[in-house]
């Protein structure tokens, strides 16, 4: 028994691990596509096929900051299970029943908040992935329409 949850704290670790790494790579990829639409437009007088550009940078510009609310839910959720593992640690060393009942009344309201966090990164995880998906979208179809307008004159 011991043994499976110490297989499943790794398993959960490296998923963890492997979610953040997904985060900061989407943060970082939004970050340079914005950066490279800003010096594509650099000089460019209004016209109404920028609007295409203005949703992408949008969405990209939105996946950037729930990608960075995925992250500070993570960090309240790490510190969170390291608080359930020290209630846990305090129940098996607590003998005396009125510390008991406290300390699996915090516990189960931790636990609940963890599963409550779990919910809430995994909301962040698909929304930031859309809104990435999104803007990418939303920019191919303004530089090839860009590029007919060009090709047109």
């Known amino acids: 028994m ?4 110490k297989f499943h704290l790794d398993l959960s670790d490296k998923s963890k691990e492997y ?7 989407v ?23 920028l609007i295409l550009l203005l949703l992408a940078l949008v969405c990209l510009g939105l996946s950037i900051h729930i990608g960075l ?28 029943s009125d ?6 009344k915090m516990s189960v309201d931790t636990e609940f908040q963890l599963w409550k966090n779990q919910l809430m990164e995994r909301g962040y995880l698909i929304w930031q992935s859309r809104l990435f998906l999104y803007g990418i979208i939303l920019f191919v179809i303004w530089h090839l329409t860009e590029m007919y307008l060009i090709a047109s004159k």
């Not at 990829?29 to 490279?36: K, P, Q």
């Open 69 to 96: 609310l995925f992250l500070r839910k993570t960090i309240y959720t790490i510190d969170t299970e390291m608080k359930f593992v020290q209630l846990q640690k305090g129940l098996e060393n607590n003998p005396d």
């Open 27 to 49: 943060v970082a990829l939004c970050t340079s596509a914005i950066g490279y639409a800003v010096y594509r437009t650099t000089g460019h007088s209004f016209s109404p096929i």
């Open 99 to 104: 510390g008991k009942k406290i300390l699996t």
């Open 2 to 5: 011991e043994e499976l949850n």
């Open 19 to 25: 979610q953040v790494r997904y985060v900061y790579y």
